[in-house]
């Protein structure tokens, strides 16, 4: 099964600045998806960003952007202009473009916290 | 309308207890999920349904049983409830197209936090 890494339980940021939190995946496969999902205090889980394997630029969402290294494994999220709002677990996720199960695995997730 | 959908938000219970937990999702996904979220936030994949066919079932004890009686519902039965049961219980769903329509996401509901006394 493929796996997700999240090195980072917990990150903090000061408000306005910017922050980037990591994620490496293992898999033998060359077309997949990945994901960074958000979890605030209401515990909704919420899409933040998402990137195809096959497309070389990096996905961006105003102020959330990926870089994408695809030889590397590694799919990190940078949150410029942090605002309280950002508080949140991120989880990162994985989901193969071709398995039948069409499962997503998810990492143990990062705490951000945002210092006013 | 939400996308999806799942009852009660929150589940007190006595140990040794059946209860249910329901999800419905209107956004014509194939495929419908019920994730386990513990204490420490790790995320957790149960069991997993395409078109009312069980397709995962990770290990998870026989006491948590899933029905799909349609594609738009994949609800969760839990018989004998432990201690260890409580938790944040997740429903989602997702397209089964793995096309380039930038589709396959995961939708989730917005919890059901089950204490188990």
């Known amino acids: 099964a493929q796996t997700v890494t999240q090195s980072q339980p917990e990150m903090s940021v000061q408000e306005a600045e910017t922050v980037t939190l990591s994620c490496t995946y293992d898999?033998?496969?060359?077309?997949?998806?990945l994901f960074w999902y958000k979890q605030p205090p209401s515990r909704q889980m919420i899409l933040v960003i998402r990137q195809e394997a096959y497309k070389q630029q990096n996905a961006t969402e105003n102020r959330f952007s990926v870089n994408f290294q695809k030889a590397a494994k590694s799919f990190s999220l940078k949150i410029s202009d942090s605002q309280l709002g950002d508080a949140a677990m991120y989880f990162c996720?994985?989901?193969?473009?071709?398995?039948?199960?069409?499962?997503?695995?998810f990492g143990t997730g990062t705490s951000l916290t945002v210092i006013p | 309308d939400t996308a999806v959908s799942q009852t009660p938000k929150y589940l007190v219970t006595q140990m040794g207890n059946d209860k249910s937990i329901k999800c419905e999702q209107n956004?014509?996904?194939?495929?419908m999920y019920w994730y386990k979220q513990d204490s420490k936030k790790f995320l957790k994949i149960m069991f997993s349904?395409?078109?009312?066919?069980?397709?995962i079932n990770e290990t998870v004890p026989n006491r948590f049983s899933p029905k799909s009686p349609d594609k738009a519902h994949l609800n969760l039965h839990i018989n004998s409830l432990e201690l260890g049961d409580s938790a944040v219980y997740f429903c989602?769903?997702?397209?089964?197209?793995?096309?380039?329509?930038?589709?396959?996401?995961?939708?989730f509901g917005a919890g059901s936090r089950l204490t188990v006394l």
């Open positions: 349904y395409n078109n009312k066919e069980l397709i």
């Open positions: 898999t033998s496969e060359s077309d997949y998806y």
């Open positions: 989602a769903s997702s397209p089964r197209d793995r096309g380039n329509s930038g589709a396959n996401v995961l939708t």
């Open positions: 996720a994985y989901r193969s473009a071709w398995n039948t199960g069409n499962q997503f695995y």
């Open positions: 956004l014509g996904h194939d495929t």
